[in-house]
């Protein structure tokens, strides 16, 4: 692009954005000890609100440690505040993360540990998100007048220096050190921080039905300590909202990485600590593929946390780096990860920015990842100035690149700059840097995957909300109905609309299949649990007198929260053996049904219907008068949870003994199955030659042709109920 080339704006509101505003002032903060630092100063100035959104808070997140007479604990920091100022309210809005995220979150647990919020310190966690989505915007509005926006949670394990030395004293938690971090924030004041205060009382909204109101006009200064990088620019916040019932998407994050990526004309420098996006790898594979197209650079971090990522997003970003490799026919992409000497085997500097930086023209820093879920899953916000051909606004988006690749490379900006200038590309100039204690290296080593793993790996990284009701019709009777009721074959949509609903219900099974084997198989399951270890727990177990009540009682729970009941059979199996097991299972899965059964008599009609759903009211009518049969039916191929079904069998007037009998012999066979592979799984534990596959496979395939005779049934009685309906309405 030339130097008198005014470039006409990339933000437009509505596409690739929501809103463009105007800062006063703008800071560009990197790593931990400067964010923290400036987002306490900021605090202090703050009079009437405070208001984060954080994928992850811990009330012990250490901020500093020189703070003097001011608390250096997020939590009695955030109370102190509180206490000094009296119309000051502080409002956090922390994602309400499953199990698998909590080993290292605080997690309600605060109490237990020792900080108790102050009356104006509300911390709420946000439950609103779609089936494996995260709430995963990192933002803090004080006062609607000063604004910080990036991928830095407060939270533990994110303090670093710019350093990142690999033996850093300070940087531990819990008096464990941890190995060096690197993340970016951008502060703003002025208009921009006034759009983030209304886009924060949205999602607070959203999240817990309650409105926050706008503090007034005057507010929080900018603090007189915190650095300045940009004065009077304009700014645009990109977000991915992820599709709720009622909730339109919203992919902003998406369409302004893909419109940066087109925009590129000489160089795009990228960090990130995923690298998994389809759609944005192959808008970078095409920009490769042009002759003329810019260079692109590419800093990631070495390793992934945990076996989760290892095993997800990990392999998922080898696929990528394959593909933009096999592109790069003009030999312009480079791939790097930090390092530092010293770092322990396996450890390496976890870089956590989500940073994009085309030519000198546009500089992007958000919480949004280069990864599928974060362009349509999880909720996301980014922010993003552009230069429009003004060289004072060209030159700080250069300095700030060149102070991210001198951190990188133990150098300094100037040096940087000046072998950019020498070289002529970032590639060039990072290698005649490159080489010291800490330093940029290519990404060289990728490991093979097959095919199949890499597919199966993609289940942790989906672009859209996983639907539980999509998954539910595919799998229901009224699927099939739907199937069938479809053009016969030889029209457009006939057998094709079978077939794929029968290929997307083989293949979620093979994918649940698959994910099971890989937990046992990848996780620390396999350390953890080992045939030994298991046979003994179970021995120890069933020689309680009280172990029989315990799996009893079991059920009951189980159902309610739904929980897989076969995983308490199978343990009550290897516990007991095949007689006893098969017997405390089913004693155990009735009383639970009677439970139920009594409970439904309590609760309102009308609650009732509601928890049924349309697919099991449809056969309530063939409930009250084939009550045996069809609770049997309903057993085998349920339409709804365990629970669910007692409940509205007690509202419909269901008389108790077909109800408990349809229980029995509707369990019995999934029971039975459930114990033959419990009782195989024992002579997986003691000795794998004993195993009976002809009996597990006979199992397996009575099971299957039971299921599919029943679910033909059900489809039947829907057919019969349906056909005096649609006579009548024929009639008129």
Same mark, same amino acid.
């Given at each position: 692009m030339s130097g008198g080339e005014k470039p006409s704006g990339l933000f437009v509101p509505g596409r690739n954005c929501q809103v463009v505003a105007r800062a006063r002032r703008v800071a560009l903060l990197v790593n931990g000890e400067d964010y923290f630092r400036s987002f306490m100063l900021a605090a202090q100035q703050a009079v009437r609100s405070?208001?984060?959104?954080?994928?992850?808070?811990?009330?012990?997140?250490?901020?500093?440690?020189?703070?003097?007479?001011?608390?250096?604990?997020?939590?009695?920091?955030?109370?102190?505040?509180?206490?000094r100022r009296r119309g000051l309210r502080i409002h956090v809005l922390d994602w309400d993360?499953?199990?698998?995220?909590?080993?290292?979150?605080?997690?309600?647990?605060?109490?237990?540990?020792?900080w108790h919020p102050h009356r104006r310190v509300r911390l709420v966690y946000d439950d609103t998100q779609p089936l494996a989505a995260s709430h995963h915007q990192k933002i803090v509005v004080i006062d609607d007048a000063l604004a910080f926006i990036g991928g830095f949670d407060l939270t533990v394990r994110r303090w670093d220096t710019c350093s990142h030395a690999a033996r850093e004293a300070r940087r531990t938690c819990q008096d464990t050190p941890y190995p060096p971090f690197h993340d970016l924030m951008m502060a703003v004041n002025g208009d921009a921080a006034r759009a983030l205060g209304q886009l924060v009382r949205q999602r607070w909204r959203h999240a817990?039905?309650?409105?926050?109101?706008?503090?007034?006009?005057?507010?929080?200064?900018?603090?007189?300590?915190?650095?300045?990088?940009?004065?009077?620019?304009?700014?645009?916040?990109?977000?991915?909202?992820?599709?709720?019932?009622?909730?339109?998407?919203?992919?902003?994050?998406?369409?302004?990485?893909?419109?940066?990526?087109?925009?590129?004309?000489?160089?795009?420098?990228?960090?990130?600590?995923?690298?998994?996006?389809?759609?944005?790898?192959?808008?970078?594979?095409?920009?490769?593929?042009?002759?003329?197209?810019?260079?692109i650079v590419v800093v990631v971090r070495l390793f992934s946390h945990g076996w989760l990522e290892e095993h997800t997003m990990h392999i998922l970003r080898t696929r990528l780096v394959r593909r933009l490799r096999e592109a790069d026919a003009h030999g312009r992409l480079s791939i790097y990860y930090?390092?530092?000497?010293?770092?322990?085997?396996?450890?390496?500097?976890?870089?956590h920015?989500?940073?994009?930086?085309?030519?000198?023209?546009?500089?992007?820093?958000g919480s949004s990842n280069l990864s599928n879920r974060s362009m349509g899953m999880d909720t996301e916000c980014d922010a993003a100035i552009e230069a429009r051909g003004d060289p004072r606004i060209r030159g700080v988006v250069r300095d700030f690149r060149n102070r991210l690749l001198a951190e990188h490379l133990d150098a300094e900006p100037e040096a940087v700059e000046a072998a950019c200038q020498a070289h002529g590309s970032l590639r060039a100039a990072i290698e005649s840097l490159a080489g010291r204690e800490r330093t940029l290296r290519p990404l060289d080593h990728m490991p093979e995957w097959s095919e199949t793993t890499i597919e199966l790996a993609g289940v942790g990284?989906?672009?859209?909300?996983?639907?539980?009701?999509?998954?539910?019709?595919?799998?229901?009777?009224?699927?099939?109905?739907?199937?069938?009721?479809?053009?016969?074959?030889?029209?457009?949509?006939?057998?094709?609309?079978?077939?794929? @609903?029968?290929?997307?219900?083989?293949? #979620?099974? +093979?994918?649940? =299949? /698959?994910?099971?084997?890989?937990?046992?198989? !990848?996780t620390p399951l396999a350390g953890w649990i080992d045939a030994d270890r298991v046979?003994?727990?179970?021995?120890?177990?069933?020689?309680?007198?009280?172990?029989?009540?315990?799996?009893?009682?079991?059920?009951?729970?189980?159902?309610?929260?739904?929980?897989?009941?076969?995983?308490?059979?199978?343990?009550?199996?290897?516990?007991?053996?095949?007689?006893?097991?098969?017997?405390?299972?089913?004693?155990?899965?009735?009383?639970?049904?009677?439970?139920?059964?009594?409970?439904?008599?309590?609760?309102p009609r009308d609650s009732i219907h509601r928890l049924g759903g349309a697919r099991l009211m449809h056969l309530a009518d063939v409930l009250r008068r084939r009550s045996l049969a069809t609770v049997t039916a309903l057993r085998l191929v349920?339409? @709804?949870?365990?629970?669910?079904?007692? #409940?509205? +069998?007690?509202? =419909? /007037?269901?008389?108790?003994?077909?109800?408990? !009998?349809?229980?029995?012999?509707?369990?019995?066979?999934?029971?039975?199955?459930?114990?033959?592979?419990?009782?195989?799984?024992?002579?997986?534990?003691?000795?794998?030659?004993?195993?009976?596959?002809?009996?597990?496979?006979?199992?397996?395939?009575?099971?299957?042709?039971?299921?599919?005779?029943?679910?033909?049934?059900?489809?039947?009685?829907?057919?019969?109920?349906a056909s005096p309906a649609a006579r009548a309405h024929e009639g008129h």
């Open positions: 405070i208001v984060i959104l954080s994928w992850e808070f811990n009330s012990q997140t250490r901020l500093c440690f020189d703070g003097g007479d001011v608390p250096e604990r997020l939590g009695e920091f955030l109370n102190w505040l509180a206490r993360s499953p199990l698998v995220f909590r080993a290292d979150r605080e997690y309600r647990s605060y109490t237990l540990r020792g817990t039905g309650r409105r926050l109101r706008p503090p007034p006009e005057q507010g929080a200064a900018w603090p007189k300590e915190m650095p300045v990088d940009l004065e009077e620019v304009d700014v645009a916040l990109a977000r991915t909202v992820p599709e709720l019932p009622g909730q339109p998407g919203v992919d902003e994050v998406q369409a302004l990485y893909l419109d940066m990526i087109a925009a590129a004309r000489e160089r795009i420098y990228i960090e990130n600590q995923y690298f998994t996006a389809y759609r944005v790898g192959e808008a970078l594979a095409a920009r490769l593929a042009e002759a003329d197209g810019p260079e930090p390092h530092v000497d010293g770092l322990e085997e396996r450890s390496c500097i976890d870089l920015s989500k940073l994009m930086i085309v030519d000198d023209e546009i500089l992007r820093i990284d989906p672009g859209q909300p996983v639907s539980l009701d999509a998954i539910l019709d595919e799998l229901s009777p009224e699927q099939l109905i739907a199937d069938r009721a479809a053009p016969p074959a030889g029209s457009a949509n006939g057998n094709g609309s079978g077939r794929r @609903a029968f290929l997307v219900r083989l293949a #979620l099974f +093979a994918v649940l =299949i /698959g994910a099971f084997a890989a937990m046992w198989r !990848l046979a003994a727990y179970a021995r120890e177990f069933a020689d309680r007198p009280w172990a029989p009540l315990v799996v009893l009682a079991a059920y009951t729970p189980a159902c309610v929260l739904m929980f897989p009941r076969p995983l308490i059979t199978l343990a009550a199996v290897v516990a007991f053996g095949p007689y006893l097991g098969f017997v405390y299972s089913l004693a155990g899965i009735l009383i639970s049904a009677l439970c139920t059964y009594l409970a439904g008599f309590a609760l349920p339409l @709804a949870p365990f629970a669910v079904e007692g #409940l509205v +069998a007690a509202a =419909i /007037g269901v008389p108790l003994l077909p109800f408990m !009998l349809g229980t029995l012999f509707g369990m019995l066979p999934g029971t039975l199955a459930t114990t033959i592979f419990g009782d195989q799984f024992k002579h997986v534990l003691s000795d794998p030659s004993r195993i009976n596959f002809g009996l597990l496979a006979a199992a397996v395939l009575a099971l299957t042709a039971l299921t599919l005779l029943v679910r033909r049934w059900l489809v039947n009685q829907h057919r019969e109920m």
